[in-house]
C-alpha cells in the first residue's frame, strides 16, 4: 500500500515540487521532473508530449531533473493517482485529502480494514480498466482513443 498525502510525496515519483513564488499569478507551484516525473505528467494529459523548461535544480546523479513545469494546485489529485498507478497499484482511492493505491501483495482483509475506516471518505476511485489500459477501442473504428 501506498499513500501520497501531500505535493513532497511526489517527489518520489519524479515530481519535485519547488516554489510557490515562480508563477506571477501566485497560483501555480514550480516542479522539477525526473524521466518518471515526465512519463506521469504526460500520461496523465492523456500521452501528449510536453516541452517542459530547463530545470531548476539538477537532482541527483542517478535520476537528474530533465525540466520544469508550473502546475496548479487542483492538479495534485490526477498527477498522485497516475503515479500510484504507473508505480504498480492495482487500484487508487481519492479521499478528501490524500490518495491510496493498493498493490498487488496487499491482502484482502487489510483492504477490508482501509474500506471500513475509509470507504466513507473516498471521493473517487481509479484503475487501469480501459479496453486499451488508460484508453478505450472506439467501438465502430477500433482506433484507441
Known amino acids: 500500500m501506498k ?3 501531500n505535493w513532497m510525496d511526489l517527489d518520489e515519483f519524479g515530481i519535485t515540487v519547488l516554489t510557490g513564488e515562480a508563477c506571477g499569478l501566485c497560483y501555480r507551484l514550480l516542479c522539477d521532473v525526473t524521466a518518471n516525473g515526465k512519463h ?3 500520461k496523465c494529459f492523456g500521452g501528449v508530449e510536453i516541452r517542459f523548461t530547463e530545470p531548476w535544480n539538477g537532482g541527483c546523479k542517478d535520476d537528474p531533473h530533465i525540466g520544469s513545469i ?3 494546485p487542483e492538479m495534485f489529485f490526477p498527477l498522485g493517482a497516475f503515479a500510484l498507478l504507473e508505480s504498480g497499484c492495482t487500484d487508487v482511492w481519492q479521499l478528501t485529502d490524500s490518495l491510496v493505491g493498493f498493490e498487488p501483495g496487499d491482502s484482502d482483509e487489510h483492504r477490508a480494514v482501509y474500506e471500513s475506516i475509509y470507504g466513507p471518505h473516498r471521493k473517487r476511485q481509479f484503475r487501469y480498466l480501459g479496453t486499451a489500459g488508460d484508453r478505450n477501442v472506439h467501438q465502430m473504428t477500433g482506433r484507441v482513443t
Open 3 to 5: 499513500w501520497i498525502r
Open 40 to 42: 506521469i505528467t504526460e
Open 70 to 72: 508550473l502546475l496548479p
